[in-house]
């Protein structure tokens, strides 16, 4: 569709050719040996252009404070380029005021292109002065393509339609989707189908934002200026909704750079410079809104957006809290059934299954980051006596303060389980391994000093415990071994006498050639395996 419409455009014989004066404004301005007076003559053989220049020169757009009476004149005070730029562009008003066909809306294509030119002018004063005139120009057709659209190629492309369809997409976007191609690259190929410069048809292409990320740096702040005023022309001519200013604003200040106190100014400024241009162009524009109405009809459109948006917010936070509160609950219940899936229910310490998930974590850990890994192994004594004698109520009460003493002992030093029956470990890593030995001493004495009461009866406690390390450079550390080296010691020590500690010396998994020490004499001269020891009482 895109290539079909351009086509068709390019071979119309309906579209306007420039003006004799513009084209030779043009062919002027392009040749290397033209001198000023050539220009000044060439703008002078048309009186009406010369009027209209003098007119606008003296307007409050320049705000020169002496009256200038001839072209020669007016270039002497603002430059050869200044005058030329205003030539062309009366001249291409001119064009286009030629169509007679009153079913384009000329009153509001007018009023943003006016808007626009007035607006681009006043930024680039502001932040880039010598582009002022090429601003002015470049807003001034930044809309031409809907021109040649509507004569050209299709009836129907329509700015006014097209808004009032869909105004809450950008023009470029529902003109792309409803014709294959925007207003803006259709009018960038007619400025350089007539040779208009570079930098304009360029900027012109891209006041939308399509084809921005092409542009060269040499077109860059003029189409930032382009781009900028083109939203500030969409608010005055209401094209956008007068509650976008804001945004709008802050937009125009991160493209250009211009301080928000002259943004303020120039805003305030635009809507006269409009209609005073538009009177110096003989353009009917119709009803122009000036910044301060376009204030009050943005804050209240923003009160009633806001009123509107306190009701849905109030509804959503209802919502949002009963959505909340559920959620909270789930993850109530889910916590609780994860805490029952991986802990003892009766010492409240972390089940097998936990530990054995906790230690393969551990050990991967390790051997990731090279520190070192410990592990405790304790049994509590004479157990199976104790259920014998007092019965399984009673072997639970002393279940329940074993694991209650090993968590007050061990708190945040190391991870405590019930590792079966009256069996528990503690897993410890990196420097709480160098302490290891006296955590479990203190873990013995603990239980030593802490009875279990089972109908009002004291029932004394002790353990057996064994201790092993797997040094941080062992590259054969496993889970198995650990669990099996302190398991070994464990039993040791339940041979040695019960109630008692046997520590730590060698790598874990390698078997002692020499009675390990421990925190009490054990008298042991060899170190029997776990099932060798089976057949000791615990």
Request: hydrophobic share 45%; aromatic share 4%; proline share 3%.
């Amino acid at each position: 569709m895109e290539n079909s419409i351009l086509e068709r455009i390019k071979e119309a014989d309906n579209l306007p050719s420039l003006p004799t004066v513009a084209v030779e404004v043009l062919r002027l301005t392009k040749a290397d040996d033209a001198s000023m007076d050539e220009l000044v003559r060439a703008i002078q053989s048309d009186p009406a252009l010369t009027g209209k220049i003098l007119r606008v020169v003296n307007s409050s757009l320049f705000g020169i404070p002496r009256e200038i009476s001839s072209i020669k004149q007016a270039v002497g005070l603002l430059g050869l380029r200044t005058i030329n730029v205003m030539a062309l562009s009366f001249s291409l008003v001119e064009m286009i005021k030629t169509d007679s066909d009153n079913r384009f809306d000329y009153d509001g294509y007018w009023r943003r292109s006016i808007s626009c030119a007035v607006a681009a002018r006043l930024l680039a004063k502001a932040v880039a002065p010598r582009l002022a005139e090429e601003a002015f120009v470049a807003g001034l057709l930044a809309d031409i393509g809907m021109i040649a659209a509507w004569r050209c190629a299709d009836a129907n492309f329509n700015t006014r339609e097209l808004l009032a369809n869909d105004a809450t997409r950008p023009l470029s976007d529902v003109e792309q989707e409803t014709h294959g191609i925007s207003h803006a690259r259709l009018g960038q190929e007619l400025l350089q189908t007539w040779g208009l410069p570079d930098v304009l048809a360029t900027a012109v292409g891209a006041h939308h934002g399509e084809i921005r990320a092409a542009v060269t740096s040499h077109s860059k702040s003029l189409t930032q200026v382009l781009a900028a005023a083109a939203d500030i022309a969409a608010v005055f001519c209401q094209d956008m909704p007068s509650e976008q200013l804001e945004r709008v604003k802050a937009s125009c200040i991160e493209s250009t750079g211009i301080a928000p106190t002259d943004l303020e100014a120039l805003l305030a400024d635009i809507d006269t410079h409009v209609r005073e241009t538009a009177a110096t162009f003989s353009l009917s524009v119709g009803e122009t809104l000036d910044y301060a109405r376009i204030q009050l009809e943005g804050t209240a459109q923003l009160a009633q957006m806001s009123m509107q948006a306190e009701m849905e917010r109030a509804q959503a936070t209802r919502k949002a809290q009963a959505a909340v509160a559920e959620a909270e609950r789930l993850n109530g219940e889910k916590k609780a059934i994860l805490e029952l899936a991986a802990h003892d229910a009766l010492t409240k310490l972390a089940n097998r299954a936990e530990f054995d998930r906790r230690l393969d974590e551990e050990v991967a850990r390790a051997r990731a980051q090279g520190h070192p890994l410990g592990m405790i192994m304790l049994d509590i004594d004479h157990f199976k006596h104790c259920n014998d004698t007092h019965g399984h109520q009673a072997g639970d009460a002393v279940l329940r303060r074993v694991g209650q003493t090993i968590q007050e002992v061990v708190h945040n030093i190391g991870f405590a389980a019930r590792y079966g029956g009256e069996e528990f470990a503690i897993i410890l890593t990196g420097e709480a391994t160098s302490n290891i030995n006296a955590l479990a001493e203190q873990i013995r004495g603990a239980i030593a000093a802490t009875p279990a009461y089972h109908n009002e009866q004291q029932l004394r406690i002790t353990a057996s415990l064994g201790t092993a390390v797997a040094a941080a450079a062992s590259e054969t550390i496993s889970a198995a071994r650990l669990i099996e080296a302190a398991d070994m010691r464990m039993y040791r020590a339940k041979q040695g006498g019960r109630n008692r500690v046997e520590a730590a010396t060698e790598q874990p998994g390698k078997r002692p050639t020499s009675p390990a020490p421990t925190y009490r004499a054990s008298g042991v001269s060899s170190a029997p395996t776990r099932a060798a020891t089976r057949h000791l009482p615990n």
